[in-house]
């Protein structure tokens, strides 16, 4: 038997239906799982705009501070009389509180006077700022985030270039505008816990944030210098942060808003589930109340005509669905009322076949007592006319066919007293043969006995009448041959022998007589040929064993795979 001959198992009607009813309501939760992954984008889009509208509101706060530093300076310059280190510097910074330091710086670069003390003196030639304020086309400039000298802090430079009376350089005005005051500018006070506000300048460093330093330049790469971008990104310490960047008008800098990234199930995606919960509600309703109706109403009534189904295949033919009838719906009752009106109709033709059954044994019956009682007659009739024989010869062939017809008579005889006609049981058979065959041998008379060692199996009639002549013969030979001068008293011995092994079932004949030459055919032809069409009747072959002291045994040997079980018929109904 291969794998696809083997039955495989189905899913019960209930899970199938479960299925099918879950499948057809899934529009409700398609609609549902849209709607709640819109509000989750809505919720997420809102937190993008609202981190971004933090960002434009601080980003506008430090550019009016940025945006100051131009009029202070063109103010201070109204006021140039040639002297500008004779300015009153530090009554102009004590007026800018958000402003570090403010300095002259001559044209070769070097600052002659400023607010902060140890700067005058310093040389600037090599900052960005002073080279654009001198060979640049615009007269100021705002530097980026650079780390004072003097001041030892970032700050932002403010410069505006200084000319004298013929338009040429002559040096230029310095502010300085520390990057912590910058930072001040954008902090909110109504920001959500873990919510920061920083600075970061164009080549990626963070100002005033507990969570980054430096940005590299694939995260610098993200942010459009015009209008700003928002990402994701981890921190220092691999917490996984949104930044929502707006760039500072017309600055190196940049605004940035940053706040954790919301777990996958964040309050906000669960308050969004609210939108969801009521499809699923709605979709686990309709599928519990579906399937408890197809339960009520179906599947608990086919479990029900199912049992009642078992039951007359059991034989109780006069249970009837009473419970379908009077609960179930039309459609149950219906199949209920069929499955009674079935069993009904099993039920006579069962009991009209019995009885014909029971008819036919007992003409059966009739027919092997007849048939044995004709035989005995034939029997005798053989008798009586070999009384009036003189011939040896004759005389032995008529004994021989007595003999014959006696054996067939004790087959018939064992048929008609067993009750089952269409089989017997090989113990109390061949048992039961054995001693009609001593008897009709005389063997208690002449001196040896015929025993039966029998495994027990029920065998058909038509193999057990080919065994029992096969029997009959193979007894009646020996007791002719091997014991015709036995003396009366000894202990010869005839024995029936039925095995039954895996491989094959054997029926043997032996003997412990007198021995005799040649084989069974030379003792009787006729014998030798009933033996050998026996032995086909019933699947078997005959065989011959001959001992070195000339006993002899033979036997039937049916193989497993010729044997032919008796099958009680499937007609008949045992209750």
Known sequence: MTTEDLPRRRLSLRVLLLLIFAAALSPVLVIGGIRWS?????????????????????????????????????????????????????????ALPDFANFGVVGADGIVKCSTQEGAPGTDVNAREWFKTVRDGPKPFVLSGAVFGQVTHQWVVASALRR???????????????????????????????NYEVSLVDASGRVFASSFWEMFDGATMAKVDPENGGFVQ???????????AV????????????????????????????????????????????????????VLRWLDYLRRIAGLYASGKLSVQPLRARRQAPGEINELADTLEEMAVRIRDRTGRMETA??????????????????????????????RKLNDPAAISVLDDARARINALSLIHSSLYENNNIRAVESKSFFTQLAGNLANA??????????TASIDDETIDADIAVPLALFTAEAVTNAAKHAFADFTPGSSGLIEIIYKIDPD???????????????????????????????????????????????????????????RVPYVESDVIVHY
């Open 38 to 94: 819109g509000d989750v984008e809505r919720d997420a889009q809102y937190r993008r705009e609202t981190m971004t509208l933090v960002a434009r509101v601080a980003a506008s706060r430090a550019e009016s501070l940025l945006g100051s530093a131009p009029s202070i300076l063109n103010l201070i310059g109204t006021g140039d009389t040639g002297q500008p280190c004779d300015l009153p510097l530090k009554q102009i910074l004590v």
């Open 504 to 562: 094959a079932t054997v029926l043997t004949i032996r003997d412990n007589g007198a021995p005799y030459a040649g084989a069974v055919g030379a003792a009787s032809s006729v014998g030798a040929t009933l033996m050998a069409a026996f032995a086909k009747q019933a699947r078997g072959k005959m065989e011959e064993d001959v001992a070195p002291t000339g006993r002899r045994s033979v036997r039937i040997r049916i193989l497993a795979a010729d």
């Open 441 to 450: 041998v005389g063997a208690e008379d002449r001196g040896f006995r015929i």
């Open 246 to 297: 707006i760039p500072l008008a017309g600055h190196e800098f940049y605004a940035m808003v940053s706040a954790p990234t919301p777990p996958p199930i964040a309050l906000e995606n669960v308050a969004a589930f609210g939108n969801f919960a009521l499809p699923l509600m709605a979709w686990l309703l309709a599928l519990v109340t579906a399937w408890l109706a197809m339960d009520r109403l």
């Open 233 to 243: 990104l981890n921190s220092n310490q691999g917490e996984s942060r949104q930044a």
């Open 357 to 386: 059954l029971a008819t036919r044994d007992a003409a059966m019956k009739e027919i092997h007592h007849r048939v044995k009682n004709n035989l005995q007659i034939i029997n005798s009739l053989l008798s009586l006319q070999g």
């Open 163 to 193: 000319e004298t009376a013929t338009g040429a350089f002559d040096g230029a005005y310095a502010l300085g505008l520390p990057v912590n005051a910058l930072v001040s500018q954008l902090e909110h006070s109504d920001l959500p816990r």
